[in-house]
């Protein structure tokens, strides 16, 4: 059983493209986060919504979108795709947004052509 | 939020422990110091997490100064599968966010 679960694994695109990142977690957590990894492997976070509402929006281009269903999952949806946004994005859950640890999906490597 | 400070990389011998250090020298006193590791083409992993006193988990040992102002973590038999890198991370106890900050971390190699 997967705790926290990413699709697709892999994704590649040209530039200008519209993506989705689908993201689900079978912890029961009430925080979910989206990271990103660049190619220099510094990882840094990006979104973050607790019970569904968006609690960290760290300077993200408006050209990138989260949304959360429900409590279980939290989409990324990426507008305008850009040769900058080639990374690898993870998903993350956390009991609460306190000091819980957080659970990491494996990544889903984009990479824009 | 507080940096840490990690050495870029470390090599061990497998079936030795070893001794990851972390210098956080501006911590605060409701900083809590996690580790978490990440493994190659894997999400990151957390490691063990402490406040003051000395932890410890199945994976690994949090040995945290009198002063905070440094932790160690230890694994005590290094195997081939802890080659990793390891992020040693400060996190506000009365934060509501519950946001990681990753540093660059510490690769560790781990030899046959």
């Known amino acids: 059983d997967t705790a926290v679960s990413q699709t697709p694994k892999y994704l590649v695109t040209q530039m200008g493209n519209d993506k989705s990142i689908k993201c689900e977690q079978n912890?029961?957590?009430?925080?979910m986060y989206w990271y990103k990894q660049d190619s220099k492997k510094f990882l840094k976070i990006m979104f973050s919504y607790n019970n569904k509402e968006l609690i960290i929006n760290e300077t993200v281009p408006n050209r990138f979108s989260p949304k959360s269903p429900d409590k279980a999952h939290l989409n990324l949806h990426i507008n305008s795709l850009e040769l900058g946004d080639s990374a690898v994005y993870f998903c993350?859950?956390?009991?609460?947004?306190?000091?819980?640890?957080?659970?990491f999906g494996n990544g889903t490597r984009l990479t824009v052509t | 939020d507080a940096k840490t400070t990690q050495p870029n990389s470390m090599e061990s011998n497998e079936e030795e422990p070893v001794h990851l250090p972390c210098n956080h020298s501006?911590?605060?006193?409701?900083?809590?110091i996690h580790w978490y590791r990440q493994l190659p083409s894997q999400g990151p992993e957390y490691v063990i997490h402490?406040?003051?006193s000395n932890v410890n988990n199945r994976m690994a040992s949090l040995a945290i100064a009198e002063d905070r102002k440094s932790s160690t973590l230890i694994l005590h038999r290094a195997t081939l599968r802890d080659a990793a890198v390891y992020y040693c991370?400060?996190?506000?106890?009365?934060?509501?966010?519950?946001?990681?900050?990753f540093g660059q971390g510490t690769t560790l190699q781990v030899k046959p």
């Open positions: 993350a859950s956390s009991a609460n947004s306190g000091i819980s640890p957080l659970h």
């Open positions: 402490g406040l003051t």
């Open positions: 912890l029961g957590h009430d925080t």
């Open positions: 991370i400060l996190r506000l106890g009365s934060s509501n966010t519950g946001k990681l900050i």
């Open positions: 501006t911590i605060s006193g409701t900083d809590y």
